[in-house]
């Protein structure tokens, strides 16, 4: 909780309007928003203010129409244990920084590959937008994520990040009919794929 993450002021990003739920217009100014006014802080001073935002980078994997789906079973995160995420990811951090490199592609990039074995390979990347809930759950308030779908050309995926489980790819009316046992941003994502 010492490292130094990438977070943004609430009324920096919530300058023009404040949202509920995944942005999906004006997807690209909120990218650069993210860029051009995001500063890195300590992670244990930002989980409850509710002032700055974390930034979280988000990959969904998709098969065909299957989406792959992990269980949190133990990490540090633990108000998300026993929550299946739909997107892998996590914080963005300074060893992201790269000369000539964008931090938010490094950072979905390092995210994906701590978290799972890719045996596939990535045919297309889409950005979908950004998601922030405001609600009475205190993880909620503090994050907001830049969510990406990867369509790949198989489903060699695997989990490799200790605390996740494998549950495979499920198909969309699978996600809806189980949301309770999704994380909260997931329950208002698949509403878009």
Not at 92 to 105: C, H, P, T, V
């Amino acid at each position: 909780m010492d490292e130094k993450i990438l977070c943004i002021k609430g009324e920096t990003l919530f300058k023009d309007e404040k949202w509920n739920g995944l942005m999906t217009s004006d997807k690209e100014k909120y990218l650069s928003l993210l860029r051009d006014e995001g500063e890195f802080r300590v992670r244990k001073d930002l989980e409850s203010d509710p002032d700055y935002k974390q930034v979280i980078a988000q990959v969904i994997l998709r098969y065909k129409d299957k989406f792959f789906l992990h269980r949190q079973v133990k990490k540090n995160e633990d108000r998300l244990n026993s929550l299946c995420p739909l997107p892998l990811g996590g914080h963005i951090e300074e060893i992201d920084l790269g000369k000539d490199k964008d931090i938010l592609e490094t950072a979905l990039e390092r995210e994906l590959h701590e978290e799972v074995v890719l045996g596939s390979k990535i045919l297309k990347k889409t950005y979908l937008g950004l998601i922030y809930i405001e609600d009475e759950n205190p993880v909620n308030s503090v994050q907001v994520g830049f969510v990406y779908v990867f369509d790949l050309d198989g489903v060699d995926v695997h989990v490799n990040e200790e605390g996740l489980e494998d549950i495979g790819f499920v198909s969309l009316d699978y996600l809806k009919t189980n949301s309770e046992k999704l994380t909260y941003w997931s329950r208002m994502i698949i509403y878009h794929l």
